[in-house]
């Protein structure tokens, strides 16, 4: 009798841990569009976005125009986005440029926010090898990114709120980034550049919001996060 009841009791804790894990898994978003099949995604960012370097006396580089593209083929808690930066300046300087070529941003959406409808997400920048975003302000270049060999230096940067809105009775997605301890490579510190010298930091910042709207064969499509 008391096996008997050990082991309908070890089978009862192992239901409640397999519901508990699913409940824990079903709290984390999925990014889709309204036909789940292929949808080409585009975003635009609705502020400056900036990228701060705080242990460099906080230079910031600054860019007023930034576009994102990528693609959602099926609901997923992941998802891959190419930025480019235009209008730029950083350091001092007036003029800057931020080359993006081989680097995405990897997004993964997680749980929501305890009473609210805003999703927690942390992100990626993900270099192919020999890659970077580099920003080039005078005689100043800063690397960010996967290391100078493509290995991954920069995963699971904090924090990043994702939400859903409407514009036109077409469903969007807004990211709102602030991200810390981004690792970054000064390569060049020139004459009349403000860095602190040449090599590896840990201490860069990132700011920007930007609103996803999708599309499928050059129609407006809605694209949402739901659980």
């Known amino acids: 009798m008391i096996r008997k009841f050990k082991t309908v009791g070890l089978a009862l804790v192992a239901v409640l841990a397999v519901g508990a894990f699913a409940a824990s898994s079903a709290q ?4 889709m569009s309204d036909s789940n ?31 994102f ?5 099926e609901p997923s808690s992941t998802q891959r ?7 730029c300046e950083a350091f001092g300087f007036a003029s800057a440029t931020v080359t993006t070529t081989g680097c995405d941003y ?10 609210s409808s805003i999703y927690h997400a942390s992100m990626d920048i993900e270099c192919e090898a020999g890659k970077s975003i580099t920003i080039v302000a005078g005689t ?37 980034a602030e991200l810390k301890s981004i690792k970054y490579i000064v390569t060049k510190d020139g004459f009349l550049c403000p860095l602190d010298g040449t090599g590896t930091f840990v201490a860069g910042d990132y700011e920007g919001n ?16 739901e659980d």
């Open 210 to 225: 930007t609103t996803l709207k999708a599309e499928r064969g050059g129609a407006p499509e809605g694209v949402t996060i």
């Open 106 to 115: 990897m997004y993964h959406i997680e749980n929501t926010i305890p009473n």
């Open 69 to 73: 593209t990528g693609a959602v083929t």
């Open 81 to 87: 986005l190419h930025p480019e930066y235009s209008e």
């Open 140 to 176: 100043c270049e800063v690397d960010i990114g996967s290391n100078h060999s493509g290995t991954p230096v920069n995963q699971g940067l904090t924090t990043t709120r994702a939400k859903n809105g409407v514009v036109g009775g077409v469903n969007d997605v807004t990211l709102e």
């Open 28 to 31: 984390a978003g999925l990014i």
């Open 37 to 67: 099949t292929h949808s080409t995604l585009h975003g635009e960012g609705t502020n400056t976005h900036v990228f701060k370097l705080t242990d460099q006396t906080s230079l910031t580089a600054k860019c007023k125009k930034s576009t």
